[in-house]
């Protein structure tokens, strides 16, 4: 008897579940989700094995974006990525699938892009209502910074913005931050990020290659 009662418990490890007290997000393939509550994540600190993000129940605040597979031709495609939009909506002891509609051509994702369909599902299958906004940056992007970002979309006054946010909500234990000082790359180093820099001008177009031009003056 005891035997069978391990065996119980062992499977019912497999068998997928939410647990109630939080909010439990899974991503449709090519969504992503960029921030949580005013701040930027990792998916290693904050993803479970399946992909999923579990959140507090109450008000919450993501930073999403959707990555689509465009036809170029009958055998050729390209990676081809939305904007990052701040969805604000309220839940509590759910599991919300993220969906958004197919997209496999230019016009589609520019459509979603000037009017996107973001779906927010629960696991009674009914679409939560939410507030959404733009989190636009101008110019050549390397990185960004979405934790700055975010703080001052929070003060906008948008009507996905969180003004009295709690950055620390998610389920995450964060170690004391160490400020150590820069440590210059090695010559080494440096000419392989230079021989890459010049790669990748190369292979850019002419708008692209002024943008990438007029980044580089301003950073100055």
Not at 121 to 147: M, N
Request: glycine residues 4%.
């Amino acid at each position: 008897m005891q035997s069978f009662s391990k065996k119980i418990a062992l499977l019912t490890c497999f068998i997928p579940s939410v647990v109630f007290g939080d909010v439990t997000i899974k991503l449709n393939q090519g969504t992503d989700i960029l921030a949580v509550n005013g701040k930027a994540v990792e998916r290693s600190s904050l993803f479970d094995s399946t992909g999923s993000l579990r959140l507090e129940n109450g008000k919450n605040q993501i930073v999403v974006e959707y990555t689509a597979e465009i036809e170029e031709s009958s055998d050729d495609s390209i990676l081809e990525t939305s904007e990052s939009y701040v969805l604000l909506f309220e839940a509590k002891d759910t599991e919300i699938k993220l969906q958004t509609p197919k997209i496999t051509n230019h016009y589609d994702l520019k459509q979603f892009n000037q009017s996107p369909q973001w779906m927010l599902v629960d696991s009674q299958g009914r679409t939560l209502p939410y507030q959404s906004g733009i989190l636009k940056k101008e110019g050549f992007q390397l990185a960004r910074d979405y934790t700055a970002e975010l703080m001052k979309f929070n003060q906008s006054g948008a009507a996905a913005a969180m003004p009295a946010l709690r950055v620390e909500r998610h389920q995450f234990n964060e170690q004391p931050v160490v400020k150590k000082s820069a440590e210059p790359a090695s010559n080494a180093d440096q000419k392989m990020i230079g021989e890459m820099l010049q790669y990748w001008y190369q292979q850019a177009d002419e708008p692209t290659r002024n943008k990438f031009k007029s980044w580089i003056k301003t950073s100055l």
